[in-house]
């Protein structure tokens, strides 16, 4: 299975510009003869996307079976024959969530993952009576792309419930951390957590001018990164 790990630049709250971003990269990614393109977490409207006043934030939520952005990435997905990933704020029965979407190369959705752990949320800025609509999943489920398993974790999940989390051959793990993941401090974390829990992790990181992030893309084998690429770029990972 080749993946395109897609370390790429979104704007907050401009869908028609992260949505090119989308597309642009699917074509790059599928000359290159990838299976799948992988992109961050909340790419599609943008990280900083909610302004936690509900009136406001259902607008920006997606409910992906009803969505003309989601038909035209599925239309793409067909044309160019390749599945992709991506984060993007759901709606469902009126609820937010941060979730992760999963379309195969037929366009036919195989998966939505939702964020289990709350760190997306700026609860100091939700009103209490709003509070009920911004919720997390409570399941890690298998995922399977013909022969090959997985599991996802957005961002923050391993760091909070990394019980959760059985350790399994391949874990994507999509998030935005701006530049902490490159520090010091930040990167043993990811190792040692990546180590713990698969062994094949592949983390996408997003650019992003405005919050100075340098975005990334990383493999890493039994916690030690295979490969990795900064900034503007795709990381190609061929899993047999």
Known sequence: MKFALASKEFIDN???????VI???????SKLKCDFILLGESFLQGIECLNWKYKHDEKIGIEYAKSKVIQTITIASK????????G????????????????????????????????WKSRWKINYKTLQYYQEGDVVPEFKIGKMKFRVALCGDLFDYPAKFKRSN???????????????????????????????????NS?????KSNGGAYYMKNGRIVAKVLGDKLLIVDLK
């Open 79 to 86: 044309k160019l024959n390749i599945g992709i990933m991506f």
């Open 207 to 211: 650019v992003n001018k405005a919050d």
């Open 14 to 20: 401009d869908i028609k510009s992260n949505l090119r």
């Open 88 to 119: 993007y704020i759901e709606k469902c029965n009126k609820i937010l969530y941060s979730s992760y979407l999963m379309i195969n190369n037929n366009g036919k959705v195989i998966g939505n993952y939702r964020r289990i752990s709350v760190g």
């Open 23 to 29: 597309l642009s990269s699917m074509k790059e990614a």
């Open 170 to 204: 391949l874990l994507l793990w999509p998030l935005y951390t701006d530049n902490y993941i490159e520090s010091k401090k930040g990167m043993p974390q990811y190792k040692y957590l990546a180590k713990t829990h698969a062994k094949n992790v592949l983390i996408i």
